[in-house]
């Protein structure tokens, strides 16, 4: 505990002079400091084994927070800070997200829905608000066009799919992967851009025809559909951008992979307590049963 003491406080007052208070040697305390500085880097060696595993299996995909919380899941005792430097000194980082990009075309006659949700990006329970948009992915045999909708109350992707096409059945299609798998009471509100397959008769029918409530954003304004922006620029971050896709197929099953093996069933989210999607739903379902 002396040394401990002396260890906190040298950077205030003279070794010498702590030394002499606390009755101790120079020599006894100067041989506590060298083993308790091997005993560190020994264990910051091991602990730089296991972040760089965590990295790797991410396919570098993880930042330091949720490399900290990846091992405290594995029940591992460590801080913030020590994961951040041991990170830094080994040069590892998170792939950056870029800005979000306007891809809608809103030029369109069709009907255009009220802004229900009004940026509140919260809900209390799975399929009370469903947001969807449209993105663009690079191939060599041109444009793939990628429809999603996630469930805002646990991020979880919960239709998607993927064409040459951006067109009404592009976003239909889906549309139906969500309805299909998650088969939602009516009153869910479906929140979108002003994009002209939204607006589309076609579309309002099948929202109609299940009970979901439309809702846009306002004119070319993003942050109105801040969460589907959001992860098209975490999946473009964490794999578009790291991919050269030869055809559509090669991309639509490298997305497919990304979506339903590591998005949804792996990849913590900040929003979430750095749980993934299906372990968030999960858990909130346990405890509501558990009630």
Not at 24 to 40: L, T
Not at 62 to 68: A, N
Not at 160 to 180: P, Q
């Amino acid at each position: 505990m002396r040394f401990e003491f002396i260890d906190a406080e040298k950077a205030h007052y003279p070794v010498l002079v702590l030394c002499a208070v606390l009755l101790v040697s120079r020599s006894g305390y100067y041989g506590w400091a060298k083993r308790s500085e091997s005993a560190r880097a020994k264990s910051d060696a091991q602990l730089s084994v296991q972040i760089r595993a965590v990295h790797h299996k991410s396919r570098g995909r993880y930042g330091s927070p949720r490399i900290h919380a990846e091992l405290r899941a594995r029940g591992m005792r460590v801080g913030k800070k020590r994961v951040e430097r041991l990170m830094r000194a080994q040069r590892l980082a998170a792939r950056r997200k870029r800005r979000f990009r306007r891809t809608t075309n809103s030029r369109h006659n069709g009907p255009i829905a009220p802004n229900v949700i009004e940026r509140q990006f919260d809900a209390r329970a799975p399929n009370q608000v469903w947001v969807t948009n449209v993105t663009y992915i690079p191939t060599g045999e041109g444009w793939l066009y990628l429809a999603v909708i996630l469930d805002l109350f646990s991020r979880r992707v919960v239709g998607w799919a993927a064409s040459a096409f951006n067109d009404r059945a592009l976003a239909l299609t889906a549309l139906a992967f969500a309805l299909g798998t998650r088969r939602p009471a009516p009153g869910l509100v479906h929140h979108s851009d002003r994009g002209s397959l939204y607006a589309s008769d076609d579309y309002r029918l099948v929202l109609g025809t299940h009970g979901l409530i439309p809702s846009m954003s306002r004119a070319g304004d993003c942050w109105d559909n801040a969460v589907a922006e959001s992860f098209f620029a975490t999946l473009k971050a964490e794999l578009v951008e790291h991919e050269r896709y030869p055809t559509r197929a090669a991309a639509i099953a490298s997305i497919g992979d990304y979506i339903e093996n590591f998005y949804n069933l792996k990849r913590r989210h900040s929003r979430l307590a750095y749980m993934s999607p299906i372990e968030f739903e999960l858990k909130t379902y346990v405890t509501a049963r558990a009630a």
